[in-house]
């Protein structure tokens, strides 16, 4: 039988390299975004998409009881939407694609809001999530009130939300290892995740 810090460790892995390779792409399809832009979010979909099922799958695997264990595969199913969205919403017409993304912003909003409320999470660990929270309904607004963006500009937003999000799982792993680090004994413990 697994135990739940192995299962966090790998979690906290995952989430470094799912976080380092979007930052990289999203950061490289901006600052060269003619020639990089598709194949990079491309990538990130992918990505994303895999890192999401293998989260689910981490999820699944932790013990049941264990804190934290239905936000790692809600997480996960919001990755595997978040990959799916940045590889499908550029391809459909602009009057599809803006509401997809608005409302991807605004769920993941409820989602760090929600976590924020609900978790035994430091005041600091709250006030990052807000803040996300708030991020995430500023670029939603600034996407619905530039409606008349062209294709380009959503695929170069694409980009940089995608180093943002990456930079913002980097953040949540380092802070999963300094937890899970901190265990001294084995056997099954209580953590509350910090979804993004």
């Known amino acids: 039988m697994t135990t739940a810090r192995s299962e966090y460790q790998r979690l906290w892995h995952t989430l470094v390299g799912r976080g380092g390779v979007m930052v990289v792409l999203g950061v490289a399809a901006v ?5 990089v832009l598709v194949a990079a979010l491309l990538s990130v979909g992918v990505l994303a998409s895999l ?3 293998y989260e689910v799958s981490i999820g699944a695997a ?7 264990r239905t936000v790692v595969v ?9 990959g799916l969205m940045t590889v499908g919403a550029p391809a459909l017409p602009l009057f599809l694609s ?9 769920l993941y909003t409820g989602v760090a809001v929600g976590t924020a409320m609900i978790s035994k999470l430091s ?9 996300w929270g708030a991020i995430n309904v500023l670029l939603a607004v600034i996407v619905a009130l530039y409606a008349e963006a062209t294709i380009f500009a ?6 940089a939300y995608a180093a943002l999000y990456g930079a913002w799982q980097v953040a949540v792993a380092l ?9 001294s004994m084995p056997g099954p413990h209580v953590i509350a995740v910090a979804a993004p």
Do not use: K, N, Q, S
């Open 31 to 35: 600052w060269w975004p003619e020639p």
């Open 51 to 53: 890192f999401g099922i």
């Open 62 to 68: 932790l013990p049941r009881g264990t804190t934290g």
């Open 74 to 82: 809600a997480d996960g199913i919001l990755t595997l939407a978040f």
């Open 98 to 106: 803006l509401p997809i993304v608005i409302g991807w912003l605004l």
């Open 123 to 131: 005041r600091r660990l709250r006030v990052t999530l807000y803040a």
């Open 154 to 159: 959503l695929l170069v937003f694409g980009g």
């Open 175 to 183: 802070w999963l290892r300094h937890e899970v680090r901190g265990w």
